[in-house]
T-cell receptor, first 113, second 115 residues
Framework: KNQVEQSPQSLIILEGKNCTLQ??????????LRWYKQDTGRGPVSLTI?????NTKSNGRYTATLDADTKQSSLHITASQLSDSASYIC????????????FGSGTRLQVQP | DAGVTQSPTHLIKTRGQQVTLRCSPK?????VSWYQQALGQGPQFIFQ???????QRGNFPDRFSGHQFPNYSSELNVNALLLGDSALYLC??????????????FGEGSRLTVL
């Protein structure tokens, strides 16, 4: 069964600090992995998409890593800002199959002043 | 480009009623999928439409049905509403690619409350 597990479930950090969110998956055959940011009550917005051959991808203060061997990904946020407060969702795509996208439950990040 | 648009943004229904949610995909996109997101949870896949047919379906009962029109817009219908159907319903669109690498764009969602 395809699954995506995210940790921690929630996280509180002070403004200016760094943090790392984790995503472990069992989706096979793997196609790509995406990180989304979702503000409360809004739709998710894509941060990065990573394919099998990519190890690291950055988008401003967001850096995602992928280890396809261990089936793990991380999202590192540098110099956090209050506007980073949101849920971060990991989504893994299978190359084939009826359930092509598997969503994690998300990590809820709160950045405090 | 307006992106993915959904309507209505909020609605309140009572148990047993029926609801229809609407979605217009981003320009150039031909595949639409629907998700249910309960408070504090990640989105749960309901189904996906391509070429006016349901192509994939998640673990949702037949009370959840949909439709895709020739202009690629889509509707989600839920019959015999239950209290547990209260959630944010998200629509997402993408351009179909053979290996599922097409980026997924989400709408802002329709917040359904069932009383």
């Amino acid at each position: 069964k395809n699954q995506v597990e995210q940790s921690p479930q929630s996280l509180i950090i002070l403004e200016g600090k760094n943090c790392t969110l984790q995503c472990n998956y069992t989706v096979s055959p793997f196609s790509n992995l995406r990180w989304y940011k979702q503000d409360t009550g809004r739709g998710p917005v894509s941060l990065t998409i990573m394919t099998f051959s990519e190890n690291t991808k950055s988008n401003g203060r967001y850096t995602a890593t992928l280890d396809a061997d261990t089936k793990q990904s991380s999202l590192h946020i540098t110099a956090s800002q209050l506007s980073d407060s949101a849920s971060y969702i990991c989504v893994v795509s299978a190359r084939t199959g009826r359930r092509a996208l598997t969503f994690g439950s998300g990590t809820r990040l709160q950045v405090q002043p | 480009d307006a992106g993915v648009t959904q309507s209505p943004t909020h609605l309140i229904k009572t148990r047993g009623q029926q609801v229809t949610l609407r979605c217009s995909p981003k320009s150039g996109h031909d595949t639409v999928s629907w998700y249910q997101q309960a408070l504090g949870q990640g989105p749960q896949f309901i189904f996906q439409y391509y070429e006016e047919e349901e192509r994939q379906r998640g673990n949702f009962p037949d009370r959840f049905s949909g439709h895709q029109f020739p202009n690629y817009s889509s509707e989600l219908n839920v019959n015999a509403l239950l209290l547990g159907d209260s959630a944010l319903y998200l629509c997402a669109s993408r351009h179909t690619s053979g290996d599922n690498t097409g980026e997924l764009f989400f709408g802002e969602g329709s917040r359904l409350t069932v009383l």
